[in-house]
Structure formats: structure tokens, C-alpha cells
């Protein structure tokens, strides 16, 4: 279902913001880090520990091509949604605005879901086996440290639009 919000496609922030308003979500790691750590982790790991894909390697090759691109394209789009909106790249930061274009007319959460699926197309077309469970914790830690402070704080700045935005946009897909 698409969002479409009553005035426009960018909804500001109120004029005088209260102390809660300019702090933002304070999330102070980008999540981005959080995905590469991982790879990474799990790339040491399956050198150390190898362990077989369970997919025959062309498949794996074309199901982490097809994943890794559709994350790609859901990070692209969203970047220049969000900028041309005028919200913020930085998690620690207030937003001026609550951009509802773009991808973000499907997924609240487009570039989370863009790492997701980038970071999944990744650990299988590389054959990094150790990475995919490393992918479980990623998902609830940007659930409970990344979107869930972002939605309090988009909450108290946007109040009643952003909770209408919430009841017609699914937080992932």
C-alpha cells in the first residue's frame, strides 16, 4: 500500500523543536558499520572455519546477484529520496522533515532493508556460509537499537502524521 500524505510528500518539523526534537534518535554508530563488521567477522570466520555453501555455486552466484542488486537499488533510491526531502543520512541527528516519497512509499525503512538484502546477496554469492547467521542478530540489533529509537523520536517530532504514515507503510517490507 502507498502512503500519501494529505499536504505533500514532506512533512516539516515543527518551527520551535523541544530539547527531544533536537537530539534526534540519537543512534551514534551507523548501522552500515554494524553490516560490514559482520562480513567481515564472518569472512575470518569461513577462512578459519570452512564450511560448504548449501547451494550449487551457480545458484548461489545468481540468488546473491539478484539479492545484492536489489539491495543496491533500494539504498540508491533512498539516499537521494531522503536528501531531496530534506531528512538526514545521520542517525544521531534530528530530521527536518519526514520524507514519505520514493521508497519509502513501500518500506519505512528502505536502506535497512537495502543492507539487509546487499549484505544477504553478499555472504551468498561470495559463499561466506559463517555470515549468514551473523545476519540475525544484525536484523534485531538495527530492530531494537536503530528503527526503534529512530520511530520515538519521528513519533514525537511528527506526532500524529508520522503515526498515520505508520498505520499505511509496513516498517520493512
Same mark, same amino acid.
Given at each position: 500500500?502507498?502512503?500519501?500524505?494529505?499536504?505533500?510528500?514532506?512533512?516539516?518539523?515543527?518551527?520551535?523543536?523541544? !530539547?527531544?526534537?533536537?537530539? *534526534?534518535?540519537?543512534?551514534?554508530? =551507523?548501522?552500515?558499520?554494524?553490516?560490514? +563488521? +559482520? $562480513? $567481515?567477522?564472518? $569472512?575470518?570466520?569461513?577462512?578459519?572455519? =570452512?564450511?560448504?555453501?548449501? /547451494?550449487?555455486? &551457480?545458484?548461489?552466484?545468481? $540468488?546473491? @546477484? @539478484?539479492?545484492?542488486?536489489?539491495?543496491?537499488?533500494?539504498?540508491?533510491? @533512498?539516499? &537521494?529520496?531522503?536528501?531531496? *526531502?530534506? *531528512?538526514?543520512?545521520?542517525?544521531?541527528? =534530528?530530521?527536518?522533515?519526514?520524507?514519505?516519497?520514493?521508497?519509502?512509499?513501500?518500506?519505512?525503512?528502505? !536502506?535497512?532493508? *537495502?543492507?539487509?538484502?546487499?549484505?544477504?546477496?553478499?555472504?551468498?554469492?561470495?559463499?561466506?556460509?559463517?555470515?549468514?547467521? /551473523? /545476519?540475525?542478530?544484525?536484523?534485531?540489533?538495527?530492530?531494537?537499537?536503530?528503527?526503534?529509537?529512530?520511530?520515538?523520536?519521528?513519533?514525537?517530532?511528527?506526532?500524529?502524521?508520522?503515526?498515520?504514515? !505508520? +498505520?499505511?507503510?509496513?516498517?520493512?517490507?
Amino acid at each position: 500500500m502507498r502512503f500519501h500524505s494529505p499536504s505533500s510528500s514532506v512533512q516539516r518539523a515543527p518551527a520551535a523543536p523541544d !530539547m527531544e526534537d533536537r537530539n *534526534g534518535p540519537g543512534v551514534r554508530i =551507523p548501522p552500515p558499520v554494524f553490516f560490514v +563488521a +559482520a $562480513l $567481515l567477522i564472518g $569472512l575470518l570466520l569461513q577462512v578459519r572455519f =570452512p564450511v560448504s555453501l548449501f /547451494l550449487a555455486r &551457480p545458484i548461489a552466484l545468481g $540468488l546473491g @546477484a @539478484a539479492l545484492a542488486i536489489a539491495g543496491g537499488l533500494f539504498i540508491v533510491t @533512498a539516499i &537521494p529520496a531522503m536528501v531531496r *526531502g530534506h *531528512g538526514t543520512l545521520n542517525t544521531a541527528a =534530528p530530521s527536518a522533515a519526514l520524507v514519505v516519497s520514493g521508497p519509502y512509499r513501500i518500506s519505512r525503512n528502505p !536502506m535497512y532493508v *537495502g543492507l539487509v538484502l546487499l549484505y544477504s546477496g553478499l555472504a551468498c554469492g561470495f559463499a561466506v556460509v559463517w555470515a549468514l547467521p /551473523l /545476519l540475525i542478530p544484525l536484523i534485531v540489533y538495527t530492530q531494537i537499537g536503530v528503527i526503534a529509537p529512530e520511530e520515538r523520536y519521528l513519533t514525537h517530532a511528527f506526532g500524529d502524521t508520522y503515526r498515520t504514515y !505508520m +498505520a499505511h507503510v509496513r516498517r520493512w517490507l
